[in-house]
């Protein structure tokens, strides 16, 4: 089963579809859960932000998010998602396929393990599989993808200042988003496989001595690419290998836990 968490212009991307109601022991999750087909694989979608856009980036039920899925018996996510761009050959309407996360968000619940010793290990956020299948389904598409790439996750949900994001910049990262923490953790506590699919937006509050971010752009670049960014969902969904061989399948392996959903 794949796991779809995204939001505008994904909404009917999947044939016969099924809506779920699903209840977490951290709450009901962003919204109804719709489970169909892609091709020949079954699949379902969780809209991110709610579908009336109802959660902001800070207030998301991330917890809730990637229960509910795995509760489904979902076994790899793929996460379409808006961000920024810190460096200048990133500009709006590229997509990329980043491999390093860093946190800068705050006041978030952003992990299952509340008592007892489970440190699960995060060196790399995301699953290489996942990523690679991306990368080759947009090429398969004529999609250029950058593959690689940190992606810094800040609080929101106001955009950055031009200080910090000169400062992310002069780090040597390549992105900025508001939702990609603590979903790729969360999803790695509940042994998914998780990997972003980025589209830039902008370039973050300026980062090239340009105009200001602006949701009014931002929603606008996003709508004009709306159509590839589906394309390449489809497609990414038909390139993921049917057996999980990669570590995020076992990575509680010797951990004591109590977060998982019945199986």
Request: charged residues 15%.
């Amino acid at each position: 089963m794949i796991g779809v968490i995204g939001g505008t212009g994904l909404y009917d991307f999947i044939e016969e579809p099924e809506s779920l109601t699903v209840e977490t022991p951290y709450g009901p999750p962003s919204d109804v859960i719709t489970r169909g087909i892609v091709g020949s694989t079954e699949v379902v979608f969780l809209p991110r932000h709610g579908r009336e856009h109802q959660w902001p980036p800070h207030n998301i039920p991330y917890r809730a998010n990637m229960w509910a899925l795995r509760s489904l018996g979902v076994t790899q996510v793929l996460a379409p998602c808006a961000v920024g761009s810190l460096q200048p050959t990133l500009a709006p309407g590229s997509f990329v396929a980043p491999d390093q996360l860093v946190d800068r968000t705050y006041g978030r619940k952003q992990t299952y393990v509340d008592s007892g010793m489970a440190h699960v290990s995060f060196t790399h956020p995301y699953c290489d599989d996942l990523r690679a299948a991306v990368v080759t389904a947009g090429m398969g598409l004529d999609i250029p993808i950058t593959d690689g790439g940190t992606m810094v996750v800040i609080e929101g949900p106001r955009f950055g200042t031009r200080a910090e994001s000169q400062s992310y910049a002069a780090l040597g990262w390549s992105l900025v988003n508001m939702t990609g923490h603590p979903e790729a953790v969360l999803a790695r506590e509940q042994e998914l496989c998780y990997a972003p699919i980025a589209l830039v937006t902008d370039m973050d509050a300026g980062v090239a001595g340009g105009p200001v971010v602006t949701q009014t752009e931002a929603v606008r670049i996003f709508r004009e690419n709306t159509e590839r960014m589906r394309q390449l969902v489809q497609s990414s969904v038909a390139q993921l290998p049917s057996v999980r061989t990669c570590s995020c399948a076992t990575a509680l392996a010797g951990m004591t836990v109590s977060h998982l959903p019945p199986t």
